[in-house]
């Protein structure tokens, strides 16, 4: 597949909007991706495998451009196109508008927001000043020139603001104050959010008018690499004490399913999740495992009905909250991400909602 082909097959799916496709057209990926990707595990070079380099970036995937050092764990890429283009359909920009990016990254999307609105009125912030250098040079190669920074992005960049639009290319638990402050009364910051239990959905806030507070829906299923200050810590806790039982519900429902995994996050804030084949348990099982740095708790997903199916340790009786929290999600209906919203303040309160701003859940 060529760059142009999938831009027509993003166009026909809906993920490419009309008002985008002339500077997405414009502004091919391969202007802005990296000589070594990542393929299968494997660094790939440019220079060695031109072709199957050339298909990667016309795909429809992801690329992990970087990795923390010394571990296999993504810290860049370049984010998947249909990804990109629904989040920019959802930024919903208009001419004149002035465009806050927060994580710059390959440099690929601020590229598409130059071209569609003027690079004057682009600002681009990327924490590492090595992929904000290497981004500022693909940029101007493109003929482009936003304005690229090296610093936090959690920051914002007041110098530039008021802005219209603020869009983050990394999920957080927390959105800061200042980006709700650099943002004017009316505009919309796109990030995409997350809990230790699920990462995550894509919010879509639009500022108050006193621009002390943004609210506003989730709206897409995505899940981004972590802001790095914002990566969860699942701490250590030790087994004790163990208490044994039964489980009330299907530990499937939370842990395969997105959408209940997400409500199920929102109504427990800094609880960890995993799935885990426990080869060691004289059962043989898979379980769902869920801790807080403290309290531990795990549901086996066969004989969940079993005496000894769940265990839990600690002062909180965690799998018993996670069934509390799913008998709410199926008793409000199995709501999906569109259902369930957010409000946040400047004063740091992040008040999770279920249909109205005014429904918050507790």
Same mark, same amino acid.
């Given at each position: 597949?060529? $760059?142009?082909?999938?831009?027509?097959?993003?166009?026909?799916? %809906?993920?490419?909007?009309?008002? $985008?496709?002339?500077?997405?057209?414009?502004?091919?990926?391969?202007?802005?991706?990296?000589?070594?990707?990542?393929?299968?595990?494997?660094?790939?070079?440019?220079?060695?495998?031109?072709?199957?380099?050339?298909?990667? &970036?016309?795909?429809?995937?992801? #690329?992990?451009?970087?990795? @923390?050092?010394?571990?296999?764990?993504?810290?860049?890429?370049?984010?998947?196109?249909?990804?990109?283009?629904?989040? #920019?359909?959802?930024?919903?920009?208009?001419?004149?508008?002035?465009?806050?990016?927060?994580?710059? %990254? !390959?440099?690929?999307?601020?590229?598409? #927001?130059?071209?569609?609105?003027?690079?004057?009125?682009?600002?681009?912030?990327?924490?590492?000043?090595? #992929?904000?250098?290497?981004?500022?040079?693909?940029?101007?190669?493109?003929?482009?020139?936003?304005? &690229?920074?090296?610093?936090?992005?959690?920051?914002?960049? =007041?110098?530039?603001?008021? @802005?219209?639009?603020?869009?983050?290319?990394?999920?957080?638990?927390?959105?800061?104050?200042?980006?709700?402050?650099? !943002?004017?009364?009316? %505009? &919309?910051?796109?990030?995409? @959010?997350?809990? =230790?239990?699920?990462?995550?959905?894509?919010?879509?806030?639009?500022?108050?008018?006193?621009?002390?507070?943004?609210?506003?829906?989730?709206?897409?299923?995505?899940?981004?690499?972590?802001?790095?200050?914002?990566? =969860?810590?699942?701490?250590?806790?030790?087994?004790?004490? &163990?208490?044994?039982?039964?489980? +009330?519900?299907?530990?499937?429902?939370?842990?395969?399913?997105?959408?209940?995994?997400?409500?199920?996050?929102?109504?427990?804030?800094?609880?960890?999740?995993?799935?885990?084949?426990?080869?060691?348990?004289?059962?043989? !099982? %898979?379980?769902?495992?869920?801790?807080?740095?403290?309290? @531990?708790?795990?549901?086996?997903?066969?004989?969940?009905?079993?005496?000894?199916?769940?265990?839990?340790?600690? =002062?909180?009786?965690?799998?018993?909250?996670?069934?509390?929290?799913?008998? $709410?999600?199926?008793?409000?209906?199995?709501?999906?991400?569109?259902?369930?919203?957010?409000?946040?303040?400047?004063? +740091?309160?992040?008040?999770? $909602?279920?249909?109205?701003?005014?429904?918050?859940?507790?």
């Amino acid at each position: 597949m060529t $760059w142009y082909e999938l831009a027509d097959a993003l166009r026909e799916s %809906g993920a490419l909007s009309a008002d $985008w496709e002339k500077a997405f057209r414009a502004t091919p990926r391969e202007l802005f991706t990296p000589d070594r990707i990542l393929d299968e595990g494997e660094w790939l070079d440019r220079a060695e495998q031109p072709h199957r380099w050339a298909e990667l &970036v016309a795909s429809d995937l992801a #690329l992990v451009t970087q990795v @923390y050092e010394g571990t296999d764990t993504p810290s860049s890429s370049s984010s998947m196109p249909t990804v990109v283009t629904q989040m #920019l359909r959802h930024l919903d920009v208009a001419e004149g508008m002035r465009v806050l990016e927060l994580g710059t %990254g !390959t440099g690929w999307t601020a590229g598409l #927001l130059a071209a569609r609105l003027g690079a004057e009125r682009v600002t681009s912030v990327e924490l590492d000043p090595e #992929l904000a250098g290497r981004a500022r040079q693909r940029l101007h190669a493109a003929g482009l020139r936003p304005t &690229v920074l090296a610093g936090d992005g959690t920051l914002g960049h =007041p110098g530039g603001a008021p @802005y219209d639009r603020v869009q983050f290319t990394a999920a957080v638990q927390r959105l800061p104050a200042a980006i709700i402050e650099q !943002t004017a009364p009316g %505009g &919309v910051i796109l990030v995409p @959010y997350g809990t =230790p239990f699920c990462n995550g959905a894509l919010l879509r806030l639009t500022v108050a008018e006193d621009g002390r507070s943004a609210s506003g829906p989730f709206v897409e299923d995505v899940s981004f690499m972590w802001v790095r200050d914002q990566r =969860p810590d699942c701490g250590e806790f030790g087994i004790e004490d &163990v208490r044994h039982g039964p489980s +009330g519900i299907d530990p499937d429902e939370v842990a395969e399913r997105t959408d209940c995994a997400f409500a199920v996050g929102l109504r427990l804030p800094g609880l960890f999740r995993r799935s885990v084949w426990a080869d060691y348990d004289r059962f043989g !099982t %898979g379980r769902a495992e869920v801790w807080d740095g403290t309290s @531990y708790a795990h549901c086996r997903f066969a004989d969940r009905d079993g005496p000894h199916a769940v265990s839990q340790s600690g =002062p909180r009786s965690l799998w018993d909250e996670v069934t509390a929290a799913h008998g $709410w999600w199926v008793r409000s209906g199995k709501p999906g991400f569109t259902r369930l919203g957010m409000t946040v303040t400047v004063a +740091g309160e992040h008040r999770p $909602w279920l249909d109205d701003p005014g429904n918050v859940l507790r």
